[in-house]
């Protein structure tokens, strides 16, 4: 198979295994359902794939991976051990031991409020940020913020799903964000 054709049946096999659920977890909102990728080793194994050529084909340097709370978790761990790298947390407030430094924000379906341990992170540290999904951009922003906090240098944002219409990547500009599927 050439190159072009088996990045393409990566990426339809992580899309097929994307479930929407309309009307959850409020009217109006099509929910993004990521579990079936995990169920499906195949799957799971072509998505870790296309972020790890994503990040070895455009950065020369990465120090470490940042996951973002809850999802961000499942994904996180599997890239930074392909790049041989370190994995870092970003949690909801209250679930981190230690010094931290939180920041508040907006999301497509309420508020919340995102914390760092305070030592995790080294100064000038070249981070990338990996979630699920991107929405308004919100989670990203106050991840990016918090990283700032920590002087770390933050490269861009990994997701498998950006939601189109939220004009999410539009709030986290300059930063560059890659999704390997769309809605
Ligand atoms: O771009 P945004 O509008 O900020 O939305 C995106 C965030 O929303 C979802 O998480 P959620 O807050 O539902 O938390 P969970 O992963 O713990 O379910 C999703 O996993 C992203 O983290
Ligand atoms: N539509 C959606 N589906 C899944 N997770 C989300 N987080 C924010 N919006 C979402």
Partial sequence: MSETNLFESKLELVRSHIRSFPDFPKKGIVFRDVCPILKNPAALAALTDLFEEHVRTSYQQVDLIVGLDARGFLFGPLLAQRLGLG???IRKKGKLPGSTTSVTFDLE????EVEIQDDVVDPGQKVL???DLLAT????CAA???LKQQQAEVLGCLVVIELLDLQ???KVKPLPVFSLTHY
Wanted: no cysteine.
């Fill in 129 to 131: 940020i990996i979630d």
């Fill in 137 to 140: 951009g919100g989670t990203l």
């Fill in 168 to 170: 999410g990547k539009n």
């Fill in 87 to 89: 994995f870092v947390l």
């Fill in 144 to 146: 990016w913020e918090l």
């Fill in 109 to 112: 379906y309420g508020q919340a």
